[in-house]
T-cell receptor, first 114, second 113 residues
Framework: ETGVTQTPRHLVMGMTNKKSLKCEQHLGHNAMYWYKQSAKKPLELMFVYSLEERVENNSVPSRFSPECPNSSHLFLHLHTLQPEDSALYLC?????????????FGAGTRLSVL | DQQVKQNSPSLSVQEGRISILNCDYTNSMFDYFLWYKKYPAEGPTFLISISSIKDKNEDGRFTVFLNKSAKHLSLHIVPSQPGDSAVYFCAAPASGSARQLTFGSGTQLTVLP
């Protein structure tokens, strides 16, 4: 098992669909993150969960809804998305409160909204 | 307003030569910096880091230099190899219990054989 696993790897959805992205980490970390990467832009932090509580929501539209049922799993629920939401969605985990700030990333979900 | 900036979107280097990737930051409170490498269709992978109490950290072919007075850091890769071709991101953590990383926009490095 790789450290951080994301499913699905690719997703195509219509603007009226509801779908969910899943992330699972096998590193024993206590913090998980969702990032969005659009073409030629920096990674944008969307949500942070530390010890299973959301500690950050960077002005993300409500059509994105995160869920963190335990320290190993993170979901991003999607509904009524817009074409501009098409991007690579990356999940990461880290050990919050540790000496370093190294985040470990999954391979991402490439989302296309039609 | 980007606190971490990579002003060169791309860099091409001949195999065996040195690659130098640059990063500037504006927040003098940053105390730790990281470099990540990203291949297409993969997530970023951690490469090397440096604490603000140091001015250099070396790991094999990779060396990161930090110039705090200039708020500048650089990643040196020597010798460069074709497998090093990837997008390189610098990042720095904000304060807080789960220290969020602020990333630069990345530099695409191409190492030519």
């Amino acid at each position: 098992e790789t450290g951080v696993t994301q499913t699905p790897r690719h997703l195509v959805m219509g603007m009226t669909n509801k779908k969910s992205l899943k992330c699972e980490q096998h590193l024993g970390h206590n913090a998980m993150y969702w990032y969005k990467q659009s073409a030629k832009k920096p990674l944008e932090l969307m949500f942070v969960y530390s010890l299973e509580e959301r500690v950050e929501n960077n002005s993300v539209p409500s059509r994105f809804s995160p869920e963190c049922p335990n320290s190993s799993h993170l979901f991003l629920h999607l509904h009524t998305l817009q074409p501009e939401d098409s991007a690579l969605y990356l999940c990461a985990s880290s050990q919050a409160g540790g000496f370093t700030d190294i985040q470990y990333f999954g391979a991402g979900t490439r989302l296309s909204v039609l | 307003d980007q606190q971490v900036k990579q002003n060169s979107p791309s860099l091409s280097v001949q195999e065996g030569r040195i690659s130098i990737l640059n990063c500037d930051y504006t927040n003098s409170m940053f105390d730790y910096f990281l470099w990540y490498k990203k291949y297409p269709a993969e997530g970023p992978t951690f490469l090397i880091s440096i604490s603000s109490i140091k001015d250099k950290n070396e790991d094999g072919r990779f060396t990161v230099f930090l110039n705090k007075s200039a708020k500048h850091l650089s990643l040196h890769i020597v010798p460069s190899q074709p497998g090093d071709s990837a997008v390189y991101f610098c990042a720095a953590p904000a304060s807080g219990s789960a220290r969020q990383l602020t990333f630069g926009s990345g530099t695409q490095l191409t190492v030519l054989p």
